[in-house]
């Protein structure tokens, strides 16, 4: 039985589910809004969160656990610590919005955009 095992696996084995998470979450950090499908989003939606709420600690254990997370992205590690997280630095949570665009791939997935707030 696999009870309190959730998560969508989005047609894909782990490795390359994950490195798509990755690079999705690294993306909305980077440009601050994404196209992708609504399934995507959900998932990444609180991986992003927790990377904003961990880089409003602004200490050093929080930034070697974004650095553990992103090692590639030195740009991106400095935008959320140096901009996102005072932007967010009242708020407790909520830190993204899920927008349906209304349009519909032609596998019939339906498009949103996630942003920050």
Do not use: C, W
Not at 3 to 13: A, D
Not at 45 to 74: S, W
Not at 98 to 109: C, T
């Amino acid at each position: 039985m696999s009870h309190r095992i959730g998560g969508r696996k989005l047609s894909r084995k782990q490795g390359p589910r994950l490195a798509l998470f990755k690079n999705l979450t690294v993306s909305i950090l980077r440009y601050e809004r994404v196209q992708t499908t609504e399934a995507k989003a959900k998932e990444i939606q609180g991986r992003v969160e927790k990377m904003i709420t961990l880089a409003k600690r602004n200490d050093l254990t929080a930034r070697r656990a974004v650095v553990a997370a992103f090692p590639n992205e030195p740009l991106v590690v400095t935008k959320l610590f140096d901009e996102i997280a005072p932007k967010y630095a009242e708020r407790t949570s909520g830190y993204t919005r899920i927008v349906k665009i209304g349009l519909r791939r032609g596998d019939a997935a339906p498009i949103v955009q996630i942003e920050l707030v």
